[in-house]
């Protein structure tokens, strides 16, 4: 079995498998009181990424930040889920649901089913673009986008091209997955896992 790499500017390297484990990553509160999160990657560093993908825990019922011209995609990974209020109607969103997509600029009001969540916040800007989509056990996936990544939240073996083999704990982000299929296996059937891509080259309006 192959190691993952250590987290670090390598987590947007194409090919080179890069860890993060969101345990390891320092909680920032929300000026509202309404939840935490976690920032997986932002890449490039600092206010002007390109791309963003963090992990949050909603405490309360409130409205979503505005992000003007960013994709947004959203699913919830703990918890009994919540409901947001879209421009185009209500979505329910569970743990054992698909992840959405909508416009950053919406700013939905958020409502807690029952109790907290956990969610997994995919956010593109300046032209890139992506995906989030759930990973079922054993399932390959094959994809092509230029940066591809998974994301368990249960312990979980991913099985890469060339017999590239890295066990991941739970919460754990796995960057630089490299071209041609892949697929995780889950150690805890009622955990959901995720796949997602990006096209970080792409140019705002092409």
Request: contains cysteine; hydrophobic residues 45%; aromatic residues 8%.
């Amino acid at each position: 079995m192959s190691p993952a790499a250590p987290a670090g500017p390598a987590a947007l390297d194409a090919t080179q498998p890069t860890a993060v484990c969101a345990a390891d990553v320092a909680l920032q509160a929300w000026r509202n009181g309404g939840g935490s999160t976690r920032e997986l990657l932002a890449w490039p560093a600092g206010a002007d990424w390109r791309l963003r993908l963090s992990l949050a825990d909603i405490t309360a019922d409130g409205p979503f930040s505005a992000f003007p011209g960013v994709q947004r995609w959203f699913a919830v990974t703990g918890g009994a889920g919540v409901v947001l209020m879209l421009a185009d109607g209500e979505r329910r969103l569970t743990p054992h649901g698909e992840p959405i997509c909508f416009d950053g600029a919406e700013a939905p009001e958020c409502r807690l089913v029952e109790g907290a969540t956990r969610d997994l916040n995919l956010m593109l800007r300046h032209g890139a673009r992506g995906c989030l989509r759930r990973a079922p056990s054993g399932v390959p996936w094959s994809e092509a986008w230029p940066w591809r990544a998974c994301f368990t939240t249960g312990a979980a073996r991913w099985h890469g091209a060339r017999g590239r083999v890295v066990d991941l704990d739970a919460n754990t982000l796995l960057c630089g997955l490299g071209p041609g299929p892949c697929r995780l296996l889950a150690h805890d059937a009622e955990a959901p896992m995720f796949w997602m891509g990006a096209d970080v080259d792409r140019e705002e309006g092409a």
